[in-house]
């Protein structure tokens, strides 16, 4: 109830008489008009900018037309046919308008936008391709910048948004959810050439450590032998070689100096054959894996001949292969290593073209079993792999990451040896920060 004013109780003059009016309402405060949308505004435009010169334009046509048509009755009904046709299309334009306004209306009232380009954000920035020199003797050094490590995979998410246009659309075995061995952290690297994310898992109470490498070019997987040179009988330990040839990520390869078995390729040539029971890995020029049986190639000319069809650049001789083209392969025996018992294993796998991983499985802190070759198949093939292939395990089995060695090898020490295969940045220089 409003408020009432007391009077007093004495009687009134009588005022003059006036004539009254009612009175005016009050006016409530006016609220400041809303922020036109841009919906509205495109509709304003329509109707000021369009509809109204042309109902201007039709209305005088019209006008025009019935002077033009006074006397002339016959005529009247050719131009009132022509009128209606006129009409008929102004009214299918207006229409298509209006539903043009209406859908700019609905995307507003949405809050979506309609973008017929990427925005700035969105445009990936144009990249150099680059390419190492297949007999360069090193590559070119990483940028220092470039390396990382986080404590949990979590961490690693704005990384991999970093890495995605080097990915190429490609999935990682590491995701952000990975289960890591309690004890690690997580290494990384990401340049314009080359992306890799180096850390360790639990599987059958052995530490798996794995290394997943994407490059752009295939020159940047490359294998070096001791002292630059085929037939070198000096051995380096892995970490050794690896900071020789500025290598992201290096491991131990075949020891190919210590067994003579398998096809021996390097760079294109082949250099010696022992094929009646060892399996063979072979790498082309684009980067791909490729394998030979015991028994399939038992001469120089046959591994040559294999070599210059598939356009091979090395090979590694140890095995064996664990998955081809998707599928694990078993074994009962095998002429080459202990495939039966637990032993510290190492393995080369291709994910998908020039996308690599290189794992160990090692005895770590409280985790003190090794596995066997089909323990180790069984995890290989769980990382979706499309082929993969045993190297030289052992003390031999090793994984170096910017020159430091990331896996605990048998004794806790490496062995030298005489080759690695390693992959490189192909930046000139390092190159700058991929930030």
């Keep these: 109830m ?7 109780a004495s009687p009134r003059k009588r005022e003059p008489d006036v004539i009254r009016t009612k009175p005016e309402p009050e006016k409530k405060p006016s609220r400041p008009k809303k922020a036109q949308s841009k919906a509205g505004r495109i509709f304003q435009i329509i109707l000021t900018v369009i509809l109204v010169p042309v109902c201007a334009f039709a ?11 006074v006397g002339r009755p016959k005529a009247a009904v050719v131009v009132k046919t022509k009128d209606m046709a006129m009409l008929d299309d102004f009214d299918a334009y207006v229409e298509k308008s209006m539903a043009q306004a209406d859908s700019g209306l609905k995307v507003s009232h949405l809050g979506l936008t309609e973008q017929t380009e990427p925005t700035e954000e969105e445009t990936e920035p144009v990249r150099e391709h680059y390419t190492i020199p297949e007999d360069a003797l090193v590559a070119p050094k990483p940028n220092p910048s470039c390396y990382g490590q986080v404590d949990s995979p979590a961490e690693m998410e704005p990384i991999l948004k970093k890495a995605k246009w080097i990915l190429d659309g490609q999935k990682t075995y590491f995701q952000t959810n990975q289960q890591i061995y309690e004890d690690s952290f997580i290494r990384y690297y990401l340049d314009d050439s080359i992306f890799a994310v180096t850390w360790q898992e639990v599987h059958d109470d052995s530490v798996y450590t794995f290394s997943e490498i994407k490059v752009e070019d295939a020159s940047q997987f490359r294998r070096h032998l001791a002292d630059g040179q085929y037939g070198s ?28 078995f398998g096809a021996v390729v390097y760079q294109g040539e082949t250099r010696r054959v022992e ?53 694990l392969v078993e074994h009962t025996w095998y002429g080459v290593g202990e495939i039966t018992e637990g032993y510290a294993r190492a393995a080369l796998c291709q994910m998908d073209s020039l996308h690599y991983i290189v794992v160990t499985a ?10 066997t070759v089909a323990q180790f198949a069984k995890n290989i ?30 004794n806790g020490q490496q062995r ?20």
């Design 2 to 8: 409003g408020y009432k004013p007391k009077y007093a």
């Design 59 to 69: 209305t005088g046509k019209l006008l025009m037309d019935m002077v033009e048509t």
């Design 233 to 260: 009988d000096t051995q380096y330990l892995t970490t050794e070689m690896a900071e020789t040839v500025n290598a992201v990520v290096a491991s131990a390869g075949d020891f190919y100096r210590f067994r003579n």
């Design 275 to 327: 094929g009646t029971y060892a399996e063979t890995c072979y790498i082309d020029r684009s980067g791909d894996m490729h394998f030979t049986r015991g028994g399939e190639v038992l001469t120089v000319q046959d591994v040559q001949a294999f070599v210059d069809e598939h356009d091979i650049n090395f090979s590694l001789a140890f095995g064996p292969i664990l998955v081809d083209n998707y599928e």
């Design 362 to 371: 090692n005895t770590t802190g409280p985790h003190q079993s090794i596995p």
């Design 381 to 410: 093939t769980a990382t979706g792999c499309r082929m993969a292939y045993c190297l030289d395990g052992g003390q031999t089995a090793t994984i170096v990451m910017n020159n430091d060695l990331v896996n605990r090898p048998v």
């Design 416 to 435: 030298k040896m005489s080759d690695i295969i390693y992959f490189a940045t192909a930046v000139p220089e390092g190159g700058t920060d991929n930030g």
